[in-house]
């Protein structure tokens, strides 16, 4: 900009003495704003276009700020289709859970208290007589995630020992959580047994030494092999484990305390039941199937609770009291289960009828279609949602959603973009070259609507 030019920008004081800049100050704080107006003046002044007003800088320095503040954890719209998204957070908490952590940040709460003696309690009994409740379980501890109750329960059964794990089993999760790795780093020497497709009990058998210390069992929930396959199941398992007198971990990652049939939804197996065919300890995530906040559940015999307790990494691993509340209320859900589906969002969308979403889906297209340019078209569409996180992975459920066909790869690459920088943003996934917004997960339909008045602001889209 010329110099003559440069002298005609408003000051850094007349910008702040503008009204726009007093709303601005009592949000952000005099010391974001002065900064922000200092931003938006020098890009005034490094380029060529015509001289800003004070109000126009004021509007600038505005909109910056708001960029600034905006959280990329901010609530958005999970249309991708997979219900128990572990990149989109997972399991959507009840609003009896929601409440009850709440009240327990705010507060100070009898966390590790004991009410009725006075004396120092135990974090985990808050859990404790509720989790043996509802699995049939002895005894039960929780740790900070599925990944961390594996963890601990190998190194406390087998560190410096052997543990027992049929090839079939070893699995990747997703990120570095594969099993060979934790039983490393948990000090257990891995000892793999059967094949991929077929390991039998004589397997087993062959491998159990002295120095075994324990026998694994791992839900392979996120793959399922198929055809010419034999594995032992839990009861005979654990037979064989008990035998030879060592335990028995079962690793049922997203574990489900009730029967999903009854939603219509495929059967996993329940904890109770992996507690009942006799495994030692059982391990289940609470924030998958369970619908509840990022947990590991360890349950099962009490004197292996007990030493899981004693291990120093349970320090490590512990919850905070705001997982600990939401969890109980969680839980405490359990035990009405004709009203579990009402209470449980993640439980409610996985039952949610595919009609439902697809009458849905019928009145949110025109919206969406108005909001898009005419070169795109927007049609209902029949799709199938995951329940995610490893759960059913072959079980996919019908649902329905809104495809977006582009005039070019380019340019649906830009409605994802715009869709995904809406105030609440937008997640679909793309799917033989068009986006699929699978509405299984849209409960807010006015919110939905109402979002997709900033599309037609949004740039690069017009
Ligand atoms: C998901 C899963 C885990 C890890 O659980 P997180 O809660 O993600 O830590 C471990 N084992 C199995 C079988 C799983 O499915």
Same mark, same amino acid.
Request: net charge neutral.
């Given at each position: 900009?010329?110099?003559?030019?440069?002298?005609? @920008?408003?000051?850094?004081?007349?910008?702040?003495?503008?009204?726009?800049?007093?709303?601005?100050?009592?949000?952000?704080?005099?010391?974001?704003?002065?900064?922000?107006?200092?931003?938006?003046?020098?890009?005034?002044?490094?380029?060529?276009?015509?001289?800003?007003?004070?109000? *126009?800088?004021?509007?600038?320095?505005?909109?910056?700020?708001?960029?600034?503040?905006?959280?990329?954890?901010?609530?958005?719209?999970?249309?991708?289709?997979?219900?128990?998204?572990?990149?989109?957070?997972?399991?959507?908490?009840?609003?009896?859970?929601?409440?009850?952590?709440?009240?327990?940040?705010?507060?100070?709460?009898?966390?590790?208290?004991?009410?009725?003696?006075?004396?120092?309690?135990?974090?985990?009994?808050?859990?404790?007589?509720?989790?043996?409740?509802?699995?049939?379980?002895?005894?039960? +501890?929780?740790?900070?995630?599925?990944?961390?109750?594996?963890?601990?329960?190998?190194? +406390?059964?087998?560190?410096?020992?052997?543990?027992?794990?049929?090839?079939?089993?070893?699995?990747?999760?997703?990120?570095?959580?594969?099993?060979?790795?934790?039983?490393?780093?948990?000090?257990?020497?891995?000892?793999?047994?059967?094949?991929?497709?077929?390991?039998?009990?004589?397997?087993?058998?062959?491998? @159990?030494?002295?120095?075994?210390?324990?026998?694994?069992?791992?839900?392979?929930?996120?793959?399922?092999?198929?055809?010419?396959?034999?594995?032992?199941?839990?009861?005979?398992?654990?037979? =064989?484990?008990?035998?030879?007198?060592?335990?028995?971990?079962?690793?049922?990652?997203?574990?489900?305390?009730?029967?999903?049939?009854?939603?219509? @939804?495929?059967?996993?197996?329940?904890?109770?039941?992996?507690?009942?065919?006799?495994?030692?300890?059982? +391990?289940?995530?609470?924030?998958?199937?369970?619908?509840?906040?990022?947990?590991?559940?360890?349950?099962?015999?009490?004197?292996?609770?007990?030493? =899981?307790?004693?291990?120093?990494?349970?320090?490590?691993?512990?919850?905070?009291?705001?997982?600990?509340?939401? @969890?109980?209320?969680?839980?405490?859900?359990?035990?009405?289960?004709?009203?579990?589906?009402?209470?449980?969002?993640?439980?409610?969308?996985?039952?949610?009828?595919?009609?439902?979403?697809?009458?849905?889906?019928?009145?949110?297209?025109?919206?969406?279609?108005?909001?898009?340019?005419?070169?795109?078209?927007?049609?209902?569409? +029949?799709?199938?949602?995951?329940?995610?996180?490893?759960?059913?992975?072959?079980?996919?459920?019908?649902?329905?959603?809104?495809?977006?066909?582009?005039?070019?790869?380019?340019?649906? *690459?830009?409605?994802?973009?715009?869709?995904?920088?809406?105030?609440?943003?937008?997640?679909?996934?793309?799917?033989?070259?068009?986006?699929?917004?699978?509405?299984?997960?849209?409960?807010?339909?006015?919110?939905?609507?109402?979002?997709?008045?900033?599309?037609?602001?949004?740039?690069?889209?017009?």
């Amino acid at each position: 900009m010329e110099k003559a030019a440069l002298r005609a @920008l408003p000051s850094v004081d007349r910008v702040l003495g503008m009204p726009e800049a007093a709303g601005l100050v009592s949000r952000f704080g005099r010391a974001e704003v002065t900064a922000a107006i200092r931003a938006a003046l020098a890009e005034a002044r490094a380029g060529q276009g015509a001289l800003p007003t004070a109000p *126009e800088v004021a509007a600038a320095a505005g909109a910056a700020l708001e960029r600034r503040h905006r959280s990329n954890l901010r609530p958005l719209f999970n249309l991708t289709g997979t219900v128990l998204h572990t990149n989109l957070g997972r399991a959507l908490l009840a609003e009896a859970a929601v409440e009850a952590a709440t009240a327990a940040m705010r507060d100070a709460v009898a966390l590790e208290f004991d009410l009725e003696t006075g004396r120092r309690g135990e974090r985990d009994d808050h859990l404790r007589a509720l989790l043996c409740e509802l699995t049939g379980a002895e005894d039960a +501890t929780l740790v900070n995630n599925n990944a961390a109750a594996v963890l601990i329960a190998l190194n +406390t059964l087998g560190a410096g020992r052997e543990a027992i794990v049929s090839r079939g089993e070893l699995i990747e999760i997703g990120g570095a959580f594969r099993m060979p790795d934790i039983m490393a780093r948990a000090g257990v020497t891995l000892v793999e047994v059967g094949t991929t497709n077929r390991t039998h009990p004589k397997d087993y058998r062959a491998a @159990l030494r002295p120095e075994t210390g324990l026998v694994l069992k791992v839900h392979t929930s996120n793959y399922r092999i198929e055809g010419f396959t034999a594995e032992v199941e839990g009861p005979a398992l654990a037979a =064989i484990a008990h035998e030879a007198d060592v335990p028995l971990l079962n690793d049922l990652g997203s574990g489900t305390l009730v029967d999903l049939s009854r939603w219509g @939804l495929k059967k996993e197996p329940t904890v109770r039941e992996a507690v009942a065919e006799g495994a030692d300890l059982v +391990t289940f995530s609470g924030d998958k199937l369970l619908g509840g906040p990022q947990a590991g559940f360890i349950v099962g015999r009490r004197d292996l609770i007990a030493a =899981i307790n004693r291990n120093p990494m349970k320090r490590a691993l512990r919850v905070d009291k705001i997982r600990i509340a939401a @969890l109980a209320a969680t839980l405490a859900l359990y035990r009405d289960p004709d009203r579990l589906a009402e209470r449980l969002p993640t439980l409610g969308l996985l039952a949610r009828p595919a009609a439902e979403v697809e009458a849905l889906a019928q009145r949110v297209a025109p919206h969406l279609a108005r909001a898009l340019p005419d070169a795109f078209s927007v049609t209902v569409c +029949t799709c199938r949602s995951q329940i995610g996180s490893g759960a059913l992975p072959l079980d996919t459920l019908p649902s329905a959603g809104l495809r977006i066909d582009a005039p070019g790869g380019r340019v649906l *690459e830009a409605v994802v973009r715009a869709l995904r920088e809406l105030p609440r943003p937008v997640i679909g996934h793309v799917h033989d070259g068009a986006l699929v917004l699978d509405l299984r997960c849209l409960t807010d339909e006015a919110g939905f609507v109402a979002n997709l008045a900033s599309l037609s602001a949004a740039h690069g889209l017009a």
